[in-house]
């Protein structure tokens, strides 16, 4: 089976910079997923990383090692916004279109 | 935009019922799926689809099935609804892009089921 690991909670103030990390374990690895999700709302996606190194989409950069087995999504000049949860996901090649989900970590970003 | 549709936002079913929760994406996708999120938890594959007719087990079956007639719908169904199941539902679509490396999963808004 897939298992994650992020942390439950993060605080920050706002402008600063956070990083989530997320460790996984998978029989057959395809890529990692980040989303995000506001209170009440759906998850949408943020990025997916199939090979290991740094993508960059605005603010919001991920990073993949497949050696390490290891995933950062890294959150920059952090906006009151930006307070939310955000799940890291992976996809395996048996699983084939499927994502295991990890539990989720909730980032406050405080004035 | 991708749109993907639940049926409710807020349900309220006694113990026993059958339930029906419905999906519709309108993006002509092959891949449907059926989540819960419970807090803590993330979120937990129940069912999914890669084709109308077809259906494979996730990782939390157990007290539900589903239905895919139609491309665009996936259907959950709870055959006798029990307190447990008291969850937020999630339906998903999903294609691979031609071409490109990236694969997203597009989410509705979530049906909020209390089993009382």
């Known amino acids: 089976g897939q298992s994650l690991e992020q942390p439950s909670e993060v605080t920050a103030v706002e402008g600063a910079i956070v990083q989530i990390n997320c460790t996984y374990q998978t029989s057959g690895f395809y890529g990692l997923s980040w989303y995000q999700q506001h209170d009440g709302g759906a998850p949408t996606f943020l990025s997916y990383?199939?090979?290991?190194g740094l993508e960059e989409t605005g603010r919001f950069s991920s990073f993949l090692s497949r050696s390490d087995s290891y995933g950062y999504l890294l959150l920059q000049e952090l906006q009151m916004k930006d307070s939310a949860s955000y799940f890291c996901a992976v996809r395996d090649r048996a699983a084939g279109n499927k994502l295991t989900f990890g539990g989720g970590t909730r980032v406050l970003v405080k004035p | 935009d991708v749109k993907v549709t639940q049926s409710s936002r807020y349900l309220v079913k006694r113990t026993g019922e059958k339930v029906f929760l419905e999906c519709v994406q309108d993006m002509d996708h092959e891949n449907m799926f059926w989540y819960r999120q419970d807090p803590g938890l993330g979120l937990r594959l129940i069912y999914f689809?890669?084709?109308?007719?077809?259906?494979e087990k996730g990782d939390i079956p157990e007290g539900y099935s589903v239905s895919r007639e139609k491309k665009e719908r996936f259907s959950l169904i709870l055959e006798s609804a029990s307190t447990n199941q008291t969850s937020m539902y999630l339906c998903?679509?999903?294609?691979?892009?031609?071409?490109?490396?990236?694969?997203?999963?597009?989410f509705g808004p979530g049906t909020r089921l209390t089993v009382t």
């Open positions: 689809s890669y084709d109308v007719k077809m259906k």
């Open positions: 998903a679509s999903s294609f691979f892009p031609p071409g490109t490396r990236t694969y997203e999963q597009y």
């Open positions: 990383n199939a090979l290991d």
